[in-house]
C-alpha cells in the first residue's frame, strides 16, 4: 500500500509561482511512475507532469510545458520519496485541484491516462487570480 501526502497549494496572481510537494510512504512504488493531474470544476482530470523513478525521465502536459518542472528526491533505501512539481508563469486557467498519483502505466502513450494509475493523494488547492 502507498500513501501520497501533498503540500504546497494555495493562491497566487497571474505570472507568480507556487511549489507543490508529495511525499510518498509505504511499500511497491519503486520503479514506478509519479506525478500529477489537475482536475478544474466541470472538467474531466488531466495530465500535468510525471517522473519516472527509475531513470528520471519527465513527462508534461502540452498546457504546462516550458512553465512547470518536476523533480524527486529518493530516499537511500526508498523508505521515503518526495516529488516536487515547481509551477512559474501561472495562469488563471492553472486553476484546479492537483492530485498526487503513482502507478506503472504499460506503454508510454498512456502515460497520462488516469485509469493507469494505483495511488493518489488527497488533492491540493491552486488558485490563480488575473
Known amino acids: 500500500q502507498v500513501q501520497l501526502v501533498e503540500s504546497g497549494g494555495g493562491s497566487v496572481q497571474a505570472g507568480g509561482s507556487l511549489r507543490l510537494s508529495c511525499e510518498a510512504s509505504?511499500?511497491?512504488?519503486?520503479?514506478?511512475?509519479m506525478g500529477w493531474f489537475r482536475q478544474a470544476p466541470g472538467k474531466e482530470r488531466e495530465g500535468v507532469a510525471i517522473?519516472?523513478?527509475?531513470?528520471?525521465?519527465?513527462?508534461?502536459?502540452?498546457a504546462v510545458k516550458g512553465r512547470f518542472t518536476i523533480t524527486q528526491d529518493n530516499a537511500e533505501n526508498n523508505a521515503g520519496n518526495t516529488a516536487y512539481l515547481q509551477m512559474n508563469s501561472l495562469k488563471p486557467e492553472d486553476t484546479a485541484v492537483y492530485y498526487c498519483?503513482?502507478?506503472?502505466?504499460?506503454?508510454?502513450?498512456?502515460?497520462?491516462?488516469?485509469?493507469?494509475?494505483?495511488?493518489w493523494g488527497q488533492g491540493t488547492q491552486v488558485t490563480v487570480s488575473s
Open positions: 509505504g511499500a511497491g512504488y519503486s520503479r514506478s511512475y
Open positions: 517522473i519516472y523513478s527509475g531513470d528520471g525521465r519527465t513527462y508534461y502536459g502540452d
Open positions: 498519483a503513482v502507478g506503472l502505466p504499460l506503454d508510454y502513450t498512456l502515460i497520462f491516462e488516469v485509469s493507469e494509475y494505483t495511488y
